[in-house]
């Protein structure tokens, strides 16, 4: 069995930390560097329910995509939720380690997964990483459809092949609108906007979209600009873990550690339920009060 000092080399070789942004918090929470490494549990957040399955499957180690202390902490005590997750990791001799913004942009990265998981062509990246001369590395992903469909048909078909959520997917744009290319980003992407309608793509796809940024991106009508497709963030990046994990198994596989990786199924997504909207009344442009 390999240390876990071992495998967090081999992640830090598939995910540099040096490559996250300037404002994440990547890299090893808490572990052991001379613990041995068996199992090993791959799951979008570092929250309780994670490190109660982690217990329960009998894991050494847990990688998360999101980070625990994303803005620091003066304590750690387990009166608070995230104090608790660190008090469980430590007494179960389980260790903890983050790869989020670092994972964004690798190759393969967390919107190569989302790709994959829509069955996409990928093309290139959206925003390409200027130090990698493949050009292979970047933010989201510039993709194709295997055959066109609507805006309609296409949301329909990724509600159905990401995992499911209590928000589904919303779309913006004329519900007819024939997708062929589209770009995809995992987690939260309407900070891309302007690098999506220079792509010259027909839809993007992503998580988050907040109500101005999606109105203003919907109102530049006339210059190709993209319907809106807005999934859950938790299964935009979901997807990772089962990509990630295939990759700690080839690592594995070469060094003949014999590591048990495991993906979480565990919806992680903080929304738990949704209704759909039944107005008691249809706005029209006439004045008066509505009764």
């Known amino acids: 069995m390999p240390v876990l ?7 830090d070789a598939l995910w540099p930390p040096e490559r996250a942004e300037g404002w994440d918090a990547v890299g090893t929470v808490c572990g052991d560097p001379d613990a041995e490494v068996r199992r090993v549990l791959f799951a979008v957040d570092p929250v309780q329910e994670i490190v109660d399955e982690a217990v329960q499957l009998g894991a050494d180690l847990i990688v998360t995509h ?3 202390y994303l803005r620091g902490t003066s304590t750690v005590a387990a009166s608070t939720f995230k104090g608790k997750v660190v008090h469980t990791l430590i007494k179960h001799d389980i260790a903890l380690h983050v790869a989020h913004t670092n994972a964004d942009t690798a190759d393969p990265g967390v919107s190569d ?7 996409l062509r990928i ?3 959206l925003v390409p990483d200027a130090s990698d001369p493949s050009g292979r590395r970047g933010l989201g992903r510039i993709c194709e459809l ?10 329909s078909y990724a509600a159905a092949r990401l995992p499911s959520t209590a928000q589904g997917i919303r779309a913006a744009g004329d519900p007819e609108r024939e997708i062929r290319t589209i770009a995809v980003s995992g987690g939260s992407g309407d900070s891309l906007f302007g690098d999506v309608r220079a792509a010259g793509v027909d839809a993007f796809l992503t998580a988050d979209l907040r109500h101005h ?10 210059d190709g600009s993209p319907a809106l497709l807005d999934a859950a963030h938790w299964a935009t990046e979901w997807p990772w873990c089962e990509q990630a994990a295939a990759q700690l198994d080839a690592v594995s596989d070469r060094h003949g550690w014999g590591l048990r990786t495991h993906v979480s199924h565990t919806v992680t997504d ?22």
């Not at 000092?5 to 992640?11: D, G, M, N, P």
């Not at 339920?273 to 009344?281: D, E, G, N, Q």
């Open 5 to 11: 000092s071992e495998v967090l080399a081999a992640l």
């Open 66 to 68: 999101h980070p625990l």
């Open 113 to 119: 997964a989302l790709a994959g998981a829509l069955d």
């Open 123 to 125: 093309l290139r990246p």
């Open 146 to 155: 295997a055959h066109p469909m609507t805006l309609a048909e296409f949301a």
């Open 270 to 291: 903080p929304w738990t339920a949704h209704a759909a909207s039944t107005p008691l009344f249809t706005p029209t442009h006439t004045t008066g009060a509505p009764r």
């Open 213 to 222: 940024p999606a109105s203003e991106a919907t109102q530049h009508t006339g």
